[in-house]
Nanobody
Framework: QVQLVESGGGLGQPGGSLRLSCAASNTPPGLVTMGWFRQTPGKEREVVAFIEPSGFTGYGDFVKGRFTISGDSGKATVDLQMNNLQPEDTAVYYC?????????WGQGTQVTVSS
């Protein structure tokens, strides 16, 4: 059973930084794409960032250079460095992994940005 656990969420100040981490256990063999979505109550989940086994990364349009994703797809670990946080970044952030059996999700970590 694949398990993904996020950490690093909490309270950040506008203009501040947080670093989220995600680690998977019981992963299937082979390289996997991993990334982050986020969700605010009443809204659908939106893509934050992803990283492919090749190292290719992608970001949601709202990121605008503020976030950086990194990790090791082979080891199924991924980090999200979040800089210049804004109140609208407040959401639950979910780590995901695309393996041979489909997409697996973490339980999410709350990020709140407020002064």
């Amino acid at each position: 059973q694949v398990q993904l656990v996020e950490s690093g969420g909490g309270l950040g100040q506008p203009g501040g930084s947080l670093r989220l981490s995600c680690a998977a256990s019981n992963t299937p063999p082979g390289l996997v794409t991993m990334g982050w979505f986020r969700q605010t109550p009443g809204k659908e989940r939106e893509v934050v960032a992803f990283i492919e086994p090749s190292g290719f990364t992608g970001y949601g349009d709202f990121v605008k250079g503020r976030f950086t994703i990194s990790g090791d797809s082979g080891k199924a670990t991924v980090d999200l460095q979040m800089n210049n946080l804004q109140p609208e970044d407040t959401a639950v952030y979910y780590c995901y992994m695309d393996g041979t059996d489909g997409r697996d999700w973490g339980q999410g970590t709350q990020v709140t940005v407020s002064s």
